[in-house]
């Protein structure tokens, strides 16, 4: 079974442009949550979708924003970029059998803001 | 609000010895839900393991082992006889029930080096 994919793996841009970035979780899976790893903040949890409705969501401004696709393939958003936002961001998706709520990670896109 | 604290920044041991990762948290949640990932320099976060609230036993699986008491809030993880290979970072997560939302709370990781 093939396991969540993200692409792209790395991306530089310029303060004040977008972003998206895309994530497909393993196959069968309906949840995808989207995670921020910085060294100053560590992980933090973005948002999590379920049948392309967010389900939960974390304490980001509007600027992050995500969707979720009928085949459960995810994108998240971030508008006018700010130098703050470089980080490895992080997809995770989860099955709805048991273990339930076990999360498994793709490799991650690295954005750099400049 | 859920919280997880993993005192430990940074361990270095000599290969084959011992060592053991501390894990503490704070829920108010009654069904919770406790995990272990590793970080290697690659990036991508691996499952270890995860443990439910209400099932506190304890588990040894080949190198691994898990110690998870609920009286003491504390969910730590113990390398046997550890290698080169387990150099990485370990991050303790906690998330809750259908209730509150699955999203995992980090801890802020205790990078392990281990040295030959």
């Known amino acids: 079974k093939a396991g969540v994919t993200q692409t792209p793996r790395y991306l530089i841009k310029t303060r004040g442009q977008q972003v998206t970035l895309s994530c497909s979780p393993i196959?069968?899976?309906?949840?995808v949550s989207w995670y921020q790893q910085t060294p100053g903040q560590g992980l933090q949890f973005l948002f999590e979708y379920f049948s392309e409705t967010q389900r939960n969501k974390g304490n980001f401004p509007g600027r992050f924003s995500g969707r979720q696709f009928s085949n459960s393939r995810s994108e998240m958003n971030v508008s006018t970029l700010e130098l703050g936002d470089s980080a490895l961001y992080l997809c995770a998706s989860m099955g709805s059998g048991a273990p339930y709520n076990e999360q498994f990670f793709g490799p991650g896109t690295r954005l750099t803001v400049l | 609000a859920q919280k997880v604290t993993q005192a430990q920044t940074e361990i270095s041991v000599v290969e084959k010895e011992d060592v053991t990762l501390d894990c503490v948290y704070e829920?108010?949640?009654?069904?919770?839900?406790l995990f272990w990932y590793k970080q290697p320099p690659s990036g991508e976060l691996v499952f270890l393991i995860r443990r439910n609230s209400f099932d506190e036993q304890n588990e040894i699986s080949g190198r691994y082992s898990w110690n998870f008491q609920k009286s003491t809030s504390s969910f730590n993880f113990t390398i046997t006889a550890s290698q080169v290979v387990d150099s990485a970072v370990y991050f303790c997560a906690l998330s809750g029930n259908s209730n509150s939302g699955y999203a995992l709370n980090f801890g802020k990781g205790t990078s392990l080096l281990v040295t030959p």
């Open positions: 829920t108010r949640d009654t069904t919770y839900y």
């Open positions: 196959s069968g899976h309906r949840s």
